[in-house]
């Protein structure tokens, strides 16, 4: 089995300045932020490290078996919204200077995941 991308580009340590900016971007754009305004620092960074473990192809046991759907029923999150995040992170990842083919990747997992987010 190949490594997942997520190792690829060197785990945590690497990638913390990523989802540093990930999540700067997230809470500087309102549509986005708005969703957050409730959720305390802590989950809300977990939020932003679990979010590209995933998408980067981390297996589930990664973040504790949590269920995408449960995790998300209550947060009323439209169409437009998970369209935005999409935007964010594609963004974030060109200017961390990712690989084209492995943006295209991440970007397809992100929105293989959208009927379990979207409400
Ligand atoms: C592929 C996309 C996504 C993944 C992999 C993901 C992952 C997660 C995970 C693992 C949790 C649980 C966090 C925890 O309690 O430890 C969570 C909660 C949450 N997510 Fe996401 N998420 C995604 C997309 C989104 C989008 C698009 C939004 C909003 C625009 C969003 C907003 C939230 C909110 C508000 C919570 C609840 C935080 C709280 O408990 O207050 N997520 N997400």
Not at 25 to 53: G, K, S
Not at 65 to 94: K, Q, W
């Amino acid at each position: 089995m190949s490594e997942s991308l997520f190792d690829k580009y060197g785990g945590v340590e690497t990638l913390t300045p990523l989802v540093r900016e990930f999540y700067k971007r997230i809470m500087a754009t309102p549509n986005l932020a708005r969703y957050f305004i409730n959720t305390d620092m802590e989950v809300l960074i977990r939020h932003q490290v679990q979010f590209i473990a995933v998408v980067m192809g981390k297996p589930a046991a990664f973040y504790e078996g949590m269920d995408m759907e449960e995790a998300h029923a209550n947060s009323n999150i439209s169409d437009r919204s998970f369209e935005d995040v999409i935007d964010v992170l594609e963004e974030t990842l060109r200017d961390f200077e990712v690989e084209e083919l492995d943006i295209i990747e991440i970007i397809e997992k992100a929105k293989s995941l959208k009927k379990e987010i979207v409400s």
